[in-house]
């Protein structure tokens, strides 16, 4: 609904809560959990609970009214014991055994459980009794209360909910509840604690699905709705097991399938739990980057080892082959060693694939390309002097309108697509955009004046910068000035004394002026062949 | 002269970069488009200086580096101060006055001038006086306030929803169990309670003078939130008439043990309350658990560190009391009032910073009742602020109790003088000890919490 919402942000070691307006506060952190400066925040939703992790040093859960807590919190230690608790009505043996629950503050549903204590003893046979279980255990977290479930008479092997123990400080309870009383359901079969801290999760067909840390070559998924049911059983190993330290590198939820890459494959997980099958998609070059991954319109883009990939109904190619494969294949452009560290995000407005790297020699993801769907085609690399990039993500303003945006190393987050020109004021966004024109080039040619069309602005001015000659020609000393409040212009003449001629013309448009708007419409330039020389 | 290279594209949505091998035309290789967007602008294609940026936040966050940043689909009710946006409290009295997300200022809720709108003094105070509105007067679910409504002129008793925008008539509760124990215009909502997404209430039927005994009927209704239904809880009714549960009606209710109770109350001399519970959708009607004191009725309950608190009022001659019941099912009275005097009471038992709050009122009558504010801890009563003497002194009007109502972690009461003084105070507390006035005026006469509106 329009006007709802907040957002959840990492800043350094630290966790917030952040109106839709920008205004931050801190949340507090479980006893023990830290935030790691180095890494960054992912997380997903399911069932309004937001599972947070990567950065937190264990997985963390954000109810809907601002509270973490650890989603991984311990199971009862020990089994309850049973007795007799008085005279009642109850008549034979039975076997018990309970878990910690938390309770939704407004709605007072439960929204989560943890896995199940160890089963009971046998009680005593019971004659015309009541049923006492002590030994409750008192939850060292935060919980609402404890739920004991209970076998029929016998004591049989099904367990059905038998009676909660609210709060987190009894420890012993008495109930004379026969067994047509007990619960309906049997109790739930798919509790189970997270194995250990996710680095990787998304949200999937209503469940979640995650990779930790510790086990890297799993794919881990939770009970059906049930952001907080990570039974021991709910793993796919991603083959092949053990090939290298990083295991899987990249979950890519598809509409009815979930890619999950490592290096060198992609697999795809199919079906609904429990019926679901692991499916090769081909031994490709896999994600790089977890955060490379971005899902649009059922299409899967992820930043492989040389280049960017997309995995859709035609299978996996390289959208990168034929334009820009020395961005990723060579040292010239980015920091290639850190590929593992790029993040991109999908850009609406432009509908664009935005990919973050690091600058050639650079140690922060301070460059990013786009890969424009409409045109298919790349730009870039984009740059802005404003602050240093550390993350990004698409986020949602009070209208339902979603945005995205780029968080800085100082603290700030940064909305995109501005109508505006400029960010912030601190430096001009630097247009540069250099074209190189080699129509016939082994023919030496005469560059004559050039007409161009701009689009009108109030005032502002273009710098255009030729270089005629070979590959190798230096910039013209004196750059061409077109004024942006004409639309078309008739600028001078592109050979120059020093550069009277050559086969092969670079042009360089820049505009760098703060807030300043520029439009290349187009442009020509009549030649005169001069013949080969 | 060869053909001119022309590179074009007016209005069509970028300009052709591409880089082409060299023996075709045009041979036009971009090596460099930093800061350049294809302009999607109607008037034009080509290339444009991308959009500028600017900060979220206006601060930087103080931990560090933006690491990181998710959108959550769903305001937090419980942080209005620090996250999304949604409106406070409802507080009525002379009017509806809405709180702010910030609880900075009032402003007089369209919700007064909606039909349906809720009624405050069209039954809580049945069978009880003005005194005491200390039941809850309304459940609050996501983007919800549930509330006892009041529609046009006929005075019948109904399940409204205030969004913040709009009220609207959800179901009329039925008409009572026995014809001629009271018209619609007797039938009352006594308390809502709200378990597991669904919102239960509690209703008295009937006008208590007209019967005697166990003349307060009621009933407890389930209001499933899904389709907003009302479904009757167990099958027998409260009351008097055969085959009734005795106890007068329903006046507090509480889940514990996975069980709702439910307790009564008429104060009609010969009537002891009792204490029923029942599981919803598993028992076919209530099971009795206590008979408690002859003309004492249950005001108000709460869990408090795992066991069921209930307090009672009384009608004449004994001490109103506290009573719990542990896990195990043993009862025990655990504070007794001081007072015998009519009307001497205990209610609004409320959880805050893990201790037990309530109110006890040791006498009645023009201007003598005293009212004090306690807290519990599960060992001990200490007494936290004396509210006729603090804040209403001098005045001689009766001290009206409204309800608690917990918001962002924090308690708000409010309290009434009524007529002559119509003055009134709405208290807060954090922790449960110490209270501190959010508002005061000589006029509202709040008589109580609608409810809390979260989105």
């Known amino acids: ?533 | 002269m060869a053909d001119p290279l022309r590179v074009f594209d007016l209005g069509q949505l970028g300009v052709q970069l591409v880089r082409s091998p060299l023996h075709q035309k045009p041979a036009t290789e971009v090596i460099r488009a930093q800061n350049a967007i294809y302009d999607k602008d109607e008037r034009g294609g080509g290339l444009r200086k991308r959009g500028g940026m600017t900060k979220l936040n206006s601060v930087a966050l103080a931990g560090g580096a933006a690491n990181g940043a998710l959108y959550v689909a769903f305001a937090d009710p419980g942080n209005p101060l620090s996250i999304g946006e949604r409106r406070g409290l409802y507080v009525f009295g002379n009017g509806i006055q809405e709180y702010s997300p910030d609880l900075s200022a009032w402003t007089p809720s369209s919700l007064a001038q909606a039909s349906p709108f809720p009624e405050p003094q069209n039954g809580d105070n049945v069978p009880f006086n003005t005194e005491d509105h200390s039941a809850p007067h309304g459940v609050s679910l996501p983007g919800r306030i549930y509330f006892r409504g009041y529609v046009g002129s006929a005075a019948f008793a109904a399940i409204c929803r205030w969004n913040g925008t709009q009220a609207a008539l959800i179901a009329k509760i039925p008409a009572p169990w026995q014809s001629g124990a009271g018209d619609d215009g007797d039938v009352t909502i006594k308390t809502f309670f709200v378990v597991d997404n669904t919102v239960y209430l509690a209703t008295g039927d009937g006008d208590p003078g007209a019967a005697g005994g166990n003349a307060l009927f009621g009933r407890v209704f389930k209001l499933d939130p899904e389709t907003e239904t009302l479904t009757q809880i167990g099958t027998s009714a409260w009351g008097s008439h055969s085959g009734g549960l005795l106890g007068g009606a329903p006046m507090a209710l509480a889940w514990f043990s996975g069980r709702l109770w439910a307790a009564g109350g008429t104060l009609q001399s010969g009537v002891a309350p009792r204490l029923y519970s029942i599981r919803p959708g598993v028992d076919e009607d209530w099971t009795l658990e206590e008979t408690g004191t002859a003309a004492h009725s249950y005001t108000s309950m709460a869990v408090y560190k795992g066991e069921l608190y209930y307090a009672s009022r009384c009608a004449v001659g004994t001490a109103s009391r506290i009573r719990k019941r542990t896990a195990a099912g043993v009862y025990s009275t655990v504070r007794t009032n001081a007072s015998t005097l009519v009307a001497n009471s205990y209610a609004g038992l409320e959880v805050v910073n893990d201790l037990l709050v309530f109110y006890e009122r040791d006498t009645a009558g023009s201007g003598g009742d005293t009212v004090k504010l306690f807290s519990y801890d599960g060992s001990a009563f200490t007494e936290r602020l004396d509210v006729r003497n603090i804040h209403f002194n001098g005045t001689t009007g009766d001290l009206s109790v409204g309800n608690p109502v917990l918001y962002d972690g924090a308690v708000y009461w409010p309290f009434s003088i009524v007529a002559p003084d119509d003055g009134s105070v709405l208290l807060k507390s954090t922790n449960g000890t110490s209270w501190s006035v959010l508002d005061s005026s000589a006029t509202d006469n709040l008589y109580g919490i609608l409810g809390v509106l979260r989105d």
């Open chain 1, 1 to 533: 609904m329009p006007g709802e919402g907040f957002y959840v942000v990492q800043g350094g070691t630290k966790l917030y809560s952040m109106t839709l307006a920008g205004v931050a506060t801190e949340l507090t952190l479980p006893t023990g959990i830290t935030v790691d400066a180095t890494k960054r925040l992912r997380g997903a939703m399911l069932n309004r609970q937001l599972v947070l992790c990567g950065s937190p040093s264990e997985t963390l859960w954000l109810d809907p009214y601002g509270t973490l807590r650890r989603l991984a919190i311990k199971s009862p230690a020990g089994p309850p014991i049973l007795a007799s608790g008085g005279a009642g009505t109850l008549t034979g043996s039975y076997r018990a055994k309970y878990t910690f629950f938390v309770r939704d503050k407004v709605s007072k549903a439960v929204v989560w459980e943890s896995s199940f204590s160890p089963v009971s003893a046998a009680s005593a046979s019971l004659t015309n009794a009541v049923l006492q279980a002590s030994n409750i255990e008192i939850a060292a977290d935060t919980v609402d209360g404890r739920r004991v479930y209970r076998t029929t008479t016998g004591p049989g092997t099904s367990y059905f909910k038998w009676v909660d123990v609210e709060g987190n400080l009894q420890t012993v309870v008495i109930d004379g509840l026969g067994d047509t009383g007990l619960g309906l359901i049997a109790a739930p079969t798919d509790l189970g604690t997270l194995p250990g801290p996710l680095e990787l999760v998304v949200e999937w067909k209503d469940r979640l699905w995650g990779k930790t840390y510790a086990a890297v070559d799993n794919l881990y998924y939770t009970g059906n709705r049930k952001h907080y049911a990570w039974p021991a059983t709910n793993f796919i190993p991603i083959r092949p097991l053990g090939d290298d330290l990083i295991g899987i590198t990249g979950l890519l939820p598809r509409r009815d399938e979930l890619g999950v890459g490592r290096v060198n494959k992609l697999w795809k997980v199919v079906g609904d739990p429990p019926n679901i099958q692991l499916v090769k998609v081909g031994d490709v070059p896999g994600p790089v980057a977890p955060d490379s991954c971005v899902v649009i319109r059922d299409r899967a883009f992820y930043l492989g080892a040389d280049g960017v990939y997309v995995w859709d109904a035609q299978g996996v190619n390289s959208i990168v082959d034929s334009d820009v494969k020395p961005w990723f294949t060579t040292d010239t452009y980015f920091n290639r060693s850190r590929f593992n560290r790029a993040f991109a995000r999908y850009n609406e407005a432009l509908n664009a694939y935005e990919l973050h790297l690091a600058n050639a020699g650079d140690s922060s993801e301070n460059r990013w390309i786009a890969y424009h769907l409409d045109e298919k085609k790349w730009l870039g690399p984009h740059k802005t002097d404003a602050f240093t990039p550390a993350s990004s993500a698409v986020l949602q303003d009070s209208n339902g309108v979603k945005f995205p945006v780029i968080g800085d190393s100082a603290g700030f987050f940064w909305k995109m697509n501005q109508a505006t020109r400029s960010d912030g004021g601190v430096a001009g966004i630097v247009f540069d955009v250099k074209v190189r024109h080699n129509h016939l080039p082994n023919l030496v040619k005469m560059w004559l004046q050039m007409a161009i069309f701009t689009r009108q602005e109030v005032f502002g001015s273009l710098t255009i910068t030729p270089a005629i000659g070979e590959l190798d020609a230096s910039d013209q000393a004196t750059p061409i000035s077109h004024d942006l409040t004409q639309e078309r212009a008739l600028l001078r003449r592109l050979s120059t004394a020093a550069q009277p001629v050559g086969a092969i013309c670079t042009l360089t448009f820049r505009q760098a002026t703060d807030d300043q708007d520029c439009t290349i419409l187009g442009y020509e330039i009549p030649v005169v062949p001069q013949g080969r020389r």
